[in-house]
Structure formats: C-alpha cells, structure tokens
C-alpha cells in the first residue's frame, strides 16, 4: 500500500505529533463511541430493554458506519492544508501519498455508505451470522477510516513543520556537538 519512504513519514511525524493525533482521534472516534455507549446504557432502564430485538435496532441503525462516515468527512479538510514550498524545503513529495489517501478515502467511503445503506433498508437481521457479518464490516469501516484520517491528520502544513524542524534541529545540534 505505502512505500518504505511513504511510512518513514508517517512515522517521524507521528512520532513527533503523539498529543495532536490523540486529540484528533479522541475528538473523531471516543466522543461518537461514548455517544453510542450512553444511548446503549440508557436505552438499558427503558420498557423497551426486555427483549434483545430492541437492542439489534438500536446497534443496526447504522450509527456505527456514520461514525466512520464523519471520521472521513472531517479528514477530508486535510486533503488540501499543505504548503507545497515547505514540503520541497523538507525534501519531501508526498504527492503520491495524498493521491492514494484520496484513493483510499474515496473506497472506505463507499463501504461504509454501504454498509450504512444496508442497515437501513434490511434491518432487523433475524440470522446471528447476518448481525456478526454487519458488525465486522461495520468495525472494519470504522478502523479503515481512522487509519485513512491519521495520515490524512499528520500530512497536513503543521505537522509536517513541527516534525521536521524538530528533525533539522536535533540534527544540527547533534553535529555541533561532534564538531566541538
């Protein structure tokens, strides 16, 4: 998927955002899920709690490939926040890399619209191998559109910046301290 350099960039500029990227997924992944999990835990203490069709309706309603859904939409703004001069200063293209991002974005869009479509039109799912295939494919879409929303994250003018002049700096006060 990603070339060795493609990840060596992800790499160090992942590294060097840990706070910013937690954020970022804390924001688009932990408020949507603790969203979730309430509605779960109220919808617990309501008349309708006795009977475990009610809770397939509420897990199937295609609220989890939302998630995935809004994860990407809110990437997506990262797609065009680069600075082109500051990248070819760092000596990096990632060009490639943003095109098979869009790729890669355009797919899990799809699948997850799909599977959003698919709980809307057929739900309930009476078969447990029909309930286990949707909540797979729906964690599976939530995983690949936070995947995709990282790098989409950390490729933006800022992080770039603050990873690689944090690089040239350790660099040049390291031979500095050869020199001397």
């Not at 890399?97 to 039109?121: E, M, P, W």
């Not at 003018?157 to 500095?176: G, R």
């Amino acid at each position: 998927m990603y070339t060795k350099s493609e990840k060596e960039i992800f790499s160090k500029v992942r590294e060097k955002n840990k706070n910013d990227l937690r954020l970022w997924n804390l924001s688009n992944l932990g408020f949507p899920l603790l969203t979730f999990g309430m509605t779960i835990f109220i919808f617990c203490y309501t008349d309708k709690a006795s009977k475990i069709e009610n809770y397939y309706s509420v897990i199937f309603s295609g609220v989890l490939p939302l998630i995935a859904i809004n994860i990407l939409v809110a990437a997506s703004f990262f797609l065009i926040k680069f600075n082109k001069e500051k990248e070819i200063k760092y000596q990096l293209d990632t060009s490639n890399t943003r095109l098979k991002l869009i790729i890669y974005a355009f797919g899990s869009y799809l699948f997850a619209s799909s599977i959003f479509v698919i709980q809307n039109i057929f739900s309930p799912f009476a078969g447990p191998l029909a309930r286990f295939i949707q909540l797979t494919c729906s964690v599976l879409a939530i995983y690949f559109s936070l995947n995709i929303s990282n790098k989409l994250f950390l490729l933006q003018e800022d992080m770039i910046e603050k990873s690689y002049d944090k690089v040239m700096y350790e660099n040049v006060t390291v031979l500095k301290e050869a020199i001397e």
